[in-house]
């Protein structure tokens, strides 16, 4: 499916820029639905916490703490 490709691709933005509303809507709307994207999630948010931690600075977990 073309869509997770596309919210995949938003969850990895969002821990680079700020993501629109819109942007954020088709994520809410897709996670529940789709376990896969849901997990990519939470790799990815791991994988930025140990990035920040290996880097010495604390992690600001702002932008994706969405629940
Ligand atoms: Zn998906």
Partial sequence: MGKC?????L????LDRRLTTREWVAIRLHLPTCSGCRNYRK???????????ASGIEAPGAAA???
């Fill in 5 to 9: 490709k596309n919210i995949t691709r």
């Fill in 43 to 53: 790799q990815i948010r791991l994988l930025r916490v140990a990035a920040h931690a």
């Fill in 65 to 67: 703490s969405d629940d």
């Fill in 11 to 14: 969850l990895s933005d969002a």
